[in-house]
């Protein structure tokens, strides 16, 4: 939510759908920093389910630092404007999408 409210709130995001660029910094390993990273998209998955916000998030990979920490960079993503975008770029076929949230894993 931190990054929805740095943009202004709820709907005041870019063209693009993206909501405010946010730096988590001082990860002290790349366990951690990868752990940081999941539970970003845990959080944006929560917003979503419990109608909070209407949001996904995009998280960079972590970055190392010259001191030797990592940094991750990321920001929410306003769900309406990512799903124009994927039908866009892809089409309204979802066999052709690079990820299909309706889509199961085949066991």
């Known amino acids: 939510m931190e990054s929805v409210q740095r943009a202004g709130g709820l709907g005041r995001h870019d063209a693009n759908g993206r909501y405010?660029?946010?730096l988590i910094t001082g990860l002290?390993?790349?366990?951690q920093a990868d752990e940081f990273r999941r539970s970003l998209f845990r959080c944006?998955?929560?917003l979503n389910r419990r109608g909070i916000a209407a949001v996904s998030m995009s998280a960079d990979p972590?970055?190392?630092q010259p001191d030797g920490s990592y940094v991750i960079s990321?920001?929410?993503i306003d769900k309406t404007a990512g799903r124009a975008y994927i039908l866009a770029k892809h089409g309204g076929d979802r066999t052709r999408w690079p990820y299909d949230p309706r889509r199961r894993n085949a066991s």
Not at 28 to 31: Q, S, T
């Open 44 to 46: 944006a998955h929560f």
């Open 62 to 64: 972590p970055a190392r």
């Open 20 to 22: 405010a660029d946010l």
């Open 28 to 31: 002290e390993d790349r366990e």
């Open 74 to 76: 990321f920001r929410a």
